[in-house]
């Protein structure tokens, strides 16, 4: 079983930048992708980047493209997202995710990011 724990979020102004950090732990010797989805009030969780485990290729969502930028630590199977240049719209709660090469998924508990105007 793997367990993810993230770290990070908080309150910010507009324009403004956060770091988020998620380490794995347990069973994560397995990394498929991981990355992060986020989910606004009265919204559906979507998907926002990840990042391959074996060859870092990222993939991003078109809103964040340019300001956030996902890399990973191989060493600590951790996985951090810099978002930078940060809009109202990025409000939400950001969810970890590890994709197994198993095809399992896992999730962490999810972290409170606001922007304010």
């Known amino acids: 079983q793997v367990q993810l724990v993230e770290s990070g979020g908080g309150l910010v102004q507009v324009g403004g930048s956060l770091r988020l950090s998620c380490a794995a732990s347990g069973r994560a010797n397995s990394i498929y992708t991981m990355g992060w989805f986020r989910q606004a009030p009265g919204k559906e969780r979507e998907f926002v980047a990840r990042i391959y485990w074996s060859d870092a290729m990222t993939d991003y969502v078109d809103s964040v493209k340019g300001r956030f930028t996902i890399s990973r630590d191989n060493a600590k199977n951790t996985v951090y997202l810099q978002m930078n240049s940060l809009k109202p719209e990025d409000t939400a709660v950001y969810y970890c995710?590890?994709?197994?090469?198993?095809?399992?998924?896992?999730w962490g508990q999810g972290t409170q990011v606001t922007v304010s105007s």
């Open positions: 995710f590890l994709h197994s090469q198993t095809r399992v998924d896992s």
